[in-house]
């Protein structure tokens, strides 16, 4: 599988903006869950010695365990497979969140630089109730310092659990979703190809092989179901 997917790398290197109504920190719980875990990423990329080889994989583990506690893989895997994945074996259901979680995370690492970042602002564009848990949905516009740059306009739409936890669910990229949608360019997609042309066992393959290869290690061979 190719890895062209839509990045969201510099997510992290952020200009929040939004030019109607604005909700401001102290109101949006959402917002300063999601500031906290963007502060904490940068400091991880930030440290001169986890740059080190011998410190890669520590990095890494560090960087997955900040995007699992602010994004809902479960719900998020189960939404790009839509109705397939009541068709998976509940052994094959675990292996995918677990294996999208990393891929997703050490996929999008990297090349995270924030040399180009020129500010970084926070505010929440909507704040509702949706069925019986709160949401927020937090508009974000990343701009470089390259005079004359068009900003990226991306949405993160955040809910809060049974257990208090703000968690990404979807983000929408110019108007593009990163995770569902038929667009060529969404994990739904470029999954839904993979599936069709082969099988849901080489795409599991082939997520296990890019997580063990960003993690150093040699092989191919899926985990026992």
Known sequence: MKHRVVSWSIII??????????YSEESSPGLLALKGTIERVREILSDESLKRPDRAQERL???HAEYVKRFDYKKIVRGIFGIGWGALSGGQQDQFVALFSKYFSYHNSKDLEFKDVETIQYETTNSFKQSDYEAEEVKVTTRAKVTGAAGVDRVFRLYKGREGQWQVQNVIVNNIGLFYGSNPYSYHSQFAKVIKTSSVEELLRRLQKFVWQAEGKEGDVLPES
């Open 61 to 63: 583990s560090l960087l």
């Open 13 to 22: 290197l952020l200009t929040f903006l939004y030019s109607g109504h604005a």
